[in-house]
């Protein structure tokens, strides 16, 4: 499990599609994958379809869903015991490379790059797998209770996320 001042990369961006997954839908609707995003603070990723950003809550708060993210070793690990799928079937923004348990890691912070450039994204709460991880496989959304889903986070300082950016801990 990775910890504060450790290392990854990013392995994968994804942006949603033109349309979400709907009752009735027989297979999951892959999302885009993208070679770079541009997080905007207290939002969410701003190539997102608009649907997808977050404005703030009533009270004016921001929201805690804004970016979801999981790790290659969490998805190696779902498709050991359910077979072969796309990363783009997951729902997950940014994958991370290697095994970052980000369930474990709440409250903590990524960030991506270095300097004045650097984005900040906070880890909020664990994702809530939907109905549609079955589509995927029949069991999964099970399977990714517990801590095996990744996380979701709120973007603290915006700016460009691109493949292989190297993501600290902290």
């Not at 027989?26 to 997808?52: F, N, Q, W, Y």
């Not at 790790?71 to 290697?98: C, N, Y």
């Not at 809530?128 to 300082?157: F, K, T, W, Y």
């Amino acid at each position: 499990t990775a910890s504060a001042g450790s290392m990854t990369t990013v392995a994968g961006l994804y942006l949603h599609g033109p349309r979400s997954s709907q009752p009735g839908d027989t297979e999951p609707t892959p999302m885009i994958a993208v070679p770079e995003v541009t997080a905007l603070a207290g939002k969410g990723l701003a190539d997102s379809p608009e649907r997808h950003l977050r404005a703030p809550l009533p009270d004016g708060r921001e929201h805690n869903r804004q970016v979801s993210l999981i790790d290659e070793g969490t998805l190696i690990r779902h498709r050991a015991r359910f077979g072969p799928f796309s990363d783009a079937v997951v729902k997950s923004q940014i994958v991370l490379s290697g095994s970052v348990n980000l369930s474990e890691l709440l409250g903590r912070e990524l960030v991506f790059g270095a300097g004045e450039e650097a984005v900040v994204l906070h880890l909020t709460i664990r994702r809530d797998p939907c109905e549609e991880m079955n589509l995927i496989a029949s069991g999964l959304r099970e399977a990714m209770r517990h801590g095996q889903q990744g996380a979701l986070a709120r973007v603290v300082r915006g700016g460009r996320i691109v493949l292989g950016q190297i993501v600290t801990i902290r």
